[in-house]
Nanobody
Framework: QVQLVESGGGFVQAGGSLRLSCVAS????????MGWFRQAPGKERDFVAS????????YYADSLKGRFTISRDNAKNTVYLQMSSLKPEDAAVYYC?????????????????????WGRGTQVTVSS
């Protein structure tokens, strides 16, 4: 069992930056691919970015490439999402998720259904 806790959300003006963190407990994070998703009010949960268990492979929603960066520090059991040039449409609750993957796997799913563990989310608000 993996417990995930997100932090780092808050209020930011358009054009600003935030760094979200997701700390895992219960199991070592190095066995899990990790993903970030977001959900705005009245909308579905959307894929943001994902990273393989080693950190060598990263994947992004096409619309977010160049503004968002996912990274991980397995020694700290933490995954990060650096967000820059934020826009009002980036406002949402951001969730991190984990799924166990085989050793040396480059896989990091884009579909929320492929993840087994979820945090409770952190709110990001962007003012125009």
């Amino acid at each position: 069992q993996v417990q995930l806790v997100e932090s780092g959300g808050g209020f930011v003006q358009a054009g600003g930056s935030l760094r979200l963190s997701c700390v895992a407990s219960g199991r070592t994070l190095s066995s899990y691919a990790m993903g970030w998703f977001r959900q705005a009010p009245g909308k579905e949960r959307d894929f943001v970015a994902s990273i393989s268990r080693s950190g060598r492979n990263t994947y992004y929603a096409d619309s977010l490439k160049g503004r968002f960066t996912i990274s991980r520090d397995n020694a700290k059991n933490t995954v990060y999402l650096q967000m820059s040039s934020l826009k009002p449409e980036d406002a949402a609750v951001y969730y991190c998720a984990a799924v166990n993957t085989p050793p040396y796997s480059a896989n990091a799913p884009r579909l929320s259904d492929d993840y087994d563990y979820w945090g409770r989310g952190t709110q990001v608000t962007v003012s125009s």
